[in-house]
């Protein structure tokens, strides 16, 4: 890919398919996706001090404050990462880490794959899971019989964070967070947004597209 985009964000609600797109699009740039909350998932497991005090945090439901998460973040962008390049998933989540983003790697370009609320509940209304995590969807990816899953045969149900009203409460936290974060990226010309309601392989192929002759 000529020139070439290192260093990336990658915006998007719950239900935007945007996990799907992240793996797709980092390696169409040929770069390591960073999530941030698989970092979580791994220093609350390593059990560390920190890892101990973000798994209270957790548990409790409350955010992960700012310091903390830039802290962790700018851990994981040192030098070497900063110069191979990156696509950030679930970081920067704010204006206050945007800037210590800035200030540490930058980046170039920041994606962002939109869906309607409505759109949005609507998927996520459809998720099921069993309790060895395999993940199916009753329109996208329903399990051969209904109600079990297809890997280990344990029943699926639909986890408490993917019902309507609390899927709604997170897009509304969503908002608020991105608003500032999206007019911030527009202004440094840096914003691509993608309409997230085509099926998941059509928003694929049109990301692909722009990579191909922008990236
Ligand atoms: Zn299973």
Do not use: W
Not at 104 to 128: L, P, T, Y
Not at 154 to 160: D, F, T, V
């Amino acid at each position: 890919m000529p020139g070439g985009i290192k260093r990336a964000v990658l915006l998007g609600p719950q239900g935007s398919g945007k996990s799907t797109q992240s793996r797709m699009i980092a390696e169409a740039l040929g770069v390591d996706v960073i999530s941030a909350s698989r970092i979580l998932k791994d220093i609350v497991q390593r059990e560390t001090d920190m890892g101990k005090r973000i798994k209270k945090l957790m548990d409790g439901g409350s955010m992960i404050p700012d310091t903390h998460m830039i802290n962790l973040m700018l851990e994981e962008l040192r030098a070497p990462v900063c110069r191979s390049g990156f696509l950030l998933d679930g970081f920067p989540r704010n204006i206050v880490q945007a800037h210590a983003l800035e200030e540490s790697c930058g980046v170039e370009k920041v994606f962002s794959i939109e869906i309607s609320d409505e759109e949005a509940i609507k998927r996520m209304k459809g998720r099921r899971i069993c309790n060895n995590r395999h993940v199916f969807h009753v329109d996208f990816k329903p399990p051969q019989k209904e109600g079990v899953c297809d890997i280990c045969q344990l029943p699926l149900h639909q986890r408490e964070d993917d019902k309507p009203e609390a899927v709604r409460k997170r897009l509304a936290n969503y908002h608020q967070d991105t608003e500032k974060l999206l007019q911030y990226y527009e202004k440094q010309n840096k914003l691509v947004v993608f309409d997230g309601e085509q099926p998941i392989e059509d928003v694929s192929n049109t990301i692909l597209d722009y990579l191909k002759n922008n990236a």
